[in-house]
């Protein structure tokens, strides 16, 4: 079972960059995923969750209003839509899976991790 995170890159403060996962081995259609991040010396962070269906999403109140959660569970990938970028948005970002269908903040309740994608913003 892998969660494979991809579309990070380095990009100047005021710009968007969509981050992916996409999960083989097996489907979580039936699971709330997540986003996190972690940055140089900080602890990692809830950014961003969403129910099995997309339903209900919730979001950190450091991204509420430019970041939005989404999946297609057809393809099996889930996507963090960043918008309005700031440097202190930099981080490594990882994608997760957690054991329950809902939208959850809490780290204990994801059990699949991905092995991350690094986003670099620029001032």
């Known amino acids: 079972v892998q969660l494979q995170a991809s579309g990070g890159g380095l990009v100047e403060a005021g710009g968007s960059l969509r981050l992916s996962c996409t999960a083989s081995?097996?489907?979580?259609?039936?699971?709330?995923v997540g986003w996190f991040r972690q940055a140089p010396g900080k602890e990692r962070e809830f950014v961003a969750g969403s129910s099995w269906n997309g339903g209900n999403t919730v979001y950190s109140d450091s991204v509420k209003g430019r970041f939005t959660i989404s999946r297609d569970n057809a393809k099996n990938t889930y996507y963090l839509q960043m918008n309005s970028l700031k440097p202190e948005d930099t981080a490594v970002y990882y994608c997760?899976?957690?054991?329950?269908?809902?939208?959850?903040?809490?780290?204990?309740?994801?059990?699949?991790w991905g092995q991350g994608t690094l986003v670099t913003v620029s001032s």
């Open positions: 081995g097996r489907t979580f259609n039936n699971n709330g």
């Open positions: 997760a899976a957690n054991r329950r269908a809902y939208a959850t903040t809490t780290t204990t309740d994801y059990n699949y």
